[in-house]
Structures are given as structure tokens and as C-alpha cells.
């Protein structure tokens, strides 16, 4: 199945120090011609991604993770 998704949309692996994220673009960039636009866009669309997460029961679990019970 991976394999699909893989042929579907491309992947980009974010790491720094404290995190490392796989994500599959779903969104075609390609629509934006100049290519600032099209960074800032992508840039855009992934800060509304983490704002969007962070407002899910689903980062809160995720937070739980970490408790030491």
C-alpha cells in the first residue's frame, strides 16, 4: 500500500534536532509558476496543517505519550 501512496503523491522528510516528519504532498504545487510563490504556499499550507492538528483530541493523545504513568 505504501508503494501506492508513494505514486500518488510525492514525500518530503522534515528533521531538526527534536523531530522528524514524513509527509505525502497532496496539493500540486506545480499550478504556481514562480517558484517563491510556490514555496510560500507549501509554507502556508503546512503551518495551517500544524495549527490544525494542534486543535485535534488527536495531539492531545499524542501529548499523553510523554506522561510518565
Known amino acids: 500500500m505504501d508503494d501506492f501512496v508513494d505514486s500518488l503523491y510525492p ?3 522534515l ?3 527534536d ?3 514524513t509527509i505525502a504532498v497532496k496539493k500540486d504545487y506545480s499550478k504556481i509558476e514562480e ?3 510556490r514555496k510560500k504556499e507549501f509554507i502556508k499550507d503546512l503551518n495551517e496543517f500544524i495549527q490544525e492538528f494542534s486543535e485535534t483530541p488527536e495531539s492531545d493523545d499524542f501529548m499523553l505519550y510523554f506522561d510518565d504513568d
Open 11 to 13: 514525500e518530503l522528510t
Open 19 to 21: 523531530i522528524i516528519m
Open 35 to 37: 517558484l517563491d510563490k
Open 15 to 17: 528533521e531538526t534536532d
